[in-house]
């Protein structure tokens, strides 16, 4: 069966998961960090099911994959942002696991749908 919908990737959902697991994670993060770390965690979160979704509905395999490699970009971006949060001791106490295990398997999945559509895109 033929996937219709961006709604029906399993990427796109694991990373919706992604998204909320990010908010929550920010939501405990101190005050200070509001306009800081968590705004750029949270607009880096919904940045990567944003370009699932926008890329898959764009019609073109081409441009599937340009907006691929944006949310595998917010996804670099997101993993960079996790670091400076444990690097800083900013969510000191807080468990990262769900968030760095989400996270890493959104990216392996983006990665390999990058590069199969790259089978079928020549490099331009």
């Known amino acids: 069966m033929a996937v219709?919908?961006?709604r029906n990737l399993t990427v796109?959902?694991?990373?919706?998961?992604?998204v909320i697991a990010i908010y929550d994670l920010t939501g405990k993060l101190p005050e200070s960090e509001r306009?800081?770390?968590?705004s750029?965690?949270?607009r880096a979160s919904v940045s990567i099911p944003s370009n699932i979704?926008?890329?898959k509905m764009r019609g073109t395999r081409k441009d599937y994959r340009h907006f691929l490699l944006d949310a595998f970009g917010s996804g670099a971006e997101?993993?960079?942002?996790l670091e400076i949060v444990k690097n800083l001791s900013l969510g000191r106490g807080l468990s990262h696991?769900?968030?760095?295990?989400?996270?890493?398997?959104v990216m392996r999945m983006l990665n390999a749908l990058i590069h199969?559509?790259?089978?079928?895109?020549p490099n331009t």
């Open 40 to 42: 750029q965690m949270r």
């Open 35 to 38: 306009y800081g770390l968590v």
């Open 53 to 55: 979704a926008e890329g």
């Open 78 to 81: 997101l993993e960079t942002q």
């Open 4 to 6: 219709t919908s961006y």
């Open 116 to 121: 199969k559509l790259e089978l079928a895109v």
């Open 97 to 105: 696991d769900h968030v760095d295990s989400l996270l890493a398997e």
């Open 12 to 18: 796109w959902q694991k990373a919706m998961q992604l």
